[in-house]
């Protein structure tokens, strides 16, 4: 059975007051108990005192990045140790801003997973195509391509405490989303990868979210798809007003 789960990536987005106040809002609606797994992932600067807005909640805690290295000389990096200890309990690894302004490379982003998993930090894992790729009919291969260097030798023993991310980047930031039908067939795959390249417990209690313009007109849609089981919110989670309703379209799903 999979718990569906709602992720807010806040970007390098938003005062601490506005986070604050965005915080209290959604841990005033996540009690303990709640049926859907809600996190919120605010710029590192922030991540103590939202964890202070959420405490007492069912909000987990999420950063942005990470490095893999254990804490040292790395300038301006944020090491697994430091989120552990001001409460996070996941990472985003991948996500395609990192890919396409910073530089992370699948094999940069396996020496991230592979070091938080090995510290029991959870890790939202992001993949997907670029529009080109999509046109050019390549969408599998690079979810392939990413899948399989992202998640090398990473055991499944290591997957329990990873959610994977569709994020077509055409769909990021854009207004457009993939249509319900088009994120149901990536899902679908990377779980069908998931099966053949690990087994049938990973694939079948693995978490896929859908990120990309994720809106609440028309999550509920693209939650009830057999095998999206989530979202990676950018935007829509910078506001209560439109962040709640997500959450909301998720509870009662169970698959
Ligand atoms: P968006 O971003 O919801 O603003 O499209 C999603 C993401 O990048 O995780």
């Not at 990413?146 to 930031?173: F, H, K």
């Not at 049938?200 to 089981?229: C, F, H, W």
Request: charged share 20%; aromatic share 6%.
């Amino acid at each position: 059975m999979r718990r569906p789960f709602v992720a807010g990536n806040w970007k390098m987005n938003l005062t601490l007051s506005q986070g604050q106040a965005l915080a209290q809002a959604i841990a005033a609606e996540c009690r303990e108990g709640e049926s859907v797994d809600v996190a919120v992932c605010p710029a590192a600067p922030y991540l103590l005192p939202i964890r202070e807005a959420i405490a007492g909640s069912g909000v987990q805690l999420g950063a942005q990045n990470a490095y893999f290295a254990a804490p040292g000389a790395f300038t301006g990096e944020i090491a697994l140790d430091m989120l552990l200890d001001v409460g996070c309990q996941w990472v985003i690894l991948g996500h395609s801003e990192r890919r396409q302004y910073f530089g992370d490379t699948d094999a940069l982003i396996n020496k991230k997973l592979l070091a938080a998993r090995a510290k029991g930090l959870g890790v939202i894992f992001c993949v997907g195509e670029l529009l080109a790729e999509r046109q050019e009919n390549r969408t599998e291969a690079v979810l392939e391509t990413q899948m399989s260097g992202g998640l090398a030798n990473v055991d499944a023993g290591l997957m329990d405490g990873v959610v994977i991310a569709y994020e077509p980047v055409w769909a990021i930031g854009t207004g457009v989303t993939a249509s319900p039908d088009q994120a149901e067939a990536a899902h679908l795959y990377l779980r069908n990868w998931l099966r053949s390249q690990y087994n049938d417990t990973v694939a079948d209690n693995m978490r896929i979210q859908y990120g990309g313009s994720v809106k609440p007109d028309n999550a509920a849609e693209l939650l009830s798809q057999p095998n999206v089981d989530g979202a990676l919110v950018g935007g829509a989670s910078l506001k209560a007003d439109q962040f709640l309703p997500i959450i909301r379209a998720a509870r009662g799903i169970v698959k």
